[in-house]
Nanobody, 128 residues
């Protein structure tokens, strides 16, 4: 069973950076169909896919709203998946979740209902 534990959230000013980390256990990095991803959610809104990594070859995917500012990465030991967030904006304020799935369809990487393992979330607050 995959277990995911997020850390690194906090409160920052607009333009600053944060790095989120997700500790991953029970996950098969060698499987050809597995993804790790970061989502975010604001109360009253749907959960939004932010970034994902296809862990067998390292291919990455990003939401348009974060391209060029956020970077998803696996560490060398492949025990965490991190989200480096630069040039943060107030609209990036949300609860951020780490998620895992197995899927043949890369084009659904941002669909939360295709993920079956979730962390508990970490809050990111960006003030103007």
């Amino acid at each position: 069973q995959v277990q995911l534990v997020e850390s690194g959230g906090g409160s920052v000013q607009a333009g600053e950076s944060l790095r989120l980390s997700c500790a991953v256990s029970g996950y098969n990095y060698r499987s050809r169909n597995n993804y790790l991803a970061w989502f975010r959610q604001v109360p009253g809104k749907e959960r939004e896919g932010v970034a994902a990594v296809y862990t067998s070859n390292g291919a990455t995917f990003y939401a348009d709203s974060v391209k060029g500012r956020f970077t998803i990465s696996q560490d060398n030991a492949k025990t965490t998946v991190d989200l480096q967030m630069n040039s943060l904006k107030p609209e990036d304020t949300a609860m951020y979740y780490c998620a895992a799935r197995s899927s043949l369809s890369w084009w659904t990487w941002s669909a939360p209902d295709t993920y079956n393992s979730w962390g508990q979330g970490t809050q990111v607050t960006v003030s103007s």
